[in-house]
T-cell receptor
Framework: GESVGLHLPTLSVQEGDNSIINCAYSNSASDYFIWYKQESGKGPQFIID?????DKRQGQRVTVLLNKTVKHLSLQIAATQPGDSAVYFCAEKGTSYGKLTFGQGTILTVHP | NAGVMQNPRHLVRRRGQEARLRCSPMKGHSHVYWYRQLPEEGLKFMVY????????ESGMPKERFSAEFPKEGPSILRIQQVVRGDSAAYFC???????????FGQGTRLTVV
């Protein structure tokens, strides 16, 4: 079946460092991937997405890398700030129309 | 331009009661998704609806759970005869279409006592 998993459940960094959050997925047919940020008590907030015909996409301070060969997705956050502290989820859209499959989540803590 | 609106934000029900969760999608969005999140876990897909149609309910329990998205009004997730295991955060998302970016609401936190 479809599944998305994360290598690291927690990540602690110092303010100003770069952060890298990793995600493995198992469905090679997945064609769309999204990273979400979820703060305590709130809903997931869209960060950045990437389609399977790309291997890299950049946003403001964030970059998503997709390696289809090893079915791996990563989120890079440059110059991490305390406001970046949250749980980060990767999600993939596989063969099921419209449905997103979420990973377990990585807790990012940024120390000032 | 309001985002996805869910209400209530918090809902407490006794075992055996019914819970009704409402979701108003973003303006112009006709695709709605419901997800459930247990503490310290990821979101699990429940159901995907378009106006007046259920497209995919593969994540919805067969018993006690139902969802609708009428032509007029919000989408409703209904849980009959709630049990303690139904306690969770329920999130609704909407999009212009399936491959498009989905925007999430703030969720309804259901507590069954």
């Amino acid at each position: 079946g479809e599944s998305v998993g994360l290598h690291l459940p927690t990540l602690s960094v110092q303010e100003g460092d770069n952060s890298i959050i990793n995600c493995a997925y198992s469905n090679s047919a997945s064609d769309y991937f999204i990273w979400y940020k979820q703060e305590s008590g709130k809903g997931p907030q869209f960060i950045i997405d990437i389609r399977s015909n790309m291997d890299k996409r950049q946003g403001q301070r964030v970059t998503v890398l997709l390696n289809k060969t090893v079915k791996h997705l990563s989120l890079q956050i440059a110059a991490t700030q305390p406001g970046d502290s949250a749980v980060y989820f990767c999600a993939e859209k596989g063969t099921s129309y419209g449905k997103l499959t979420f990973g377990q989540g990585t807790i990012l803590t940024v120390h000032p | 331009n309001a985002g996805v609106m869910q209400n209530p934000r918090h809902l407490v029900r006794r075992r055996g009661q019914e819970a009704r969760l409402r979701c108003s999608p973003m303006k112009g969005h006709s695709h709605v998704y419901w997800y459930r999140q247990l503490p310290e876990e990821g979101l699990k897909f429940m159901v995907y609806l378009q106006k007046e149609n259920i497209i995919d309910e593969s994540g919805m329990p067969k018993e006690r759970f139902s969802a609708e998205f009428p032509k007029e009004g919000p989408s409703i997730l209904r849980i009959q005869q709630v049990v303690r295991g139904d306690s969770a955060a329920y999130f609704c998302a909407s999009s212009l279409g399936p491959p498009s970016e989905a925007f999430f609401g703030q969720g309804t936190r259901l507590t069954v006592v």
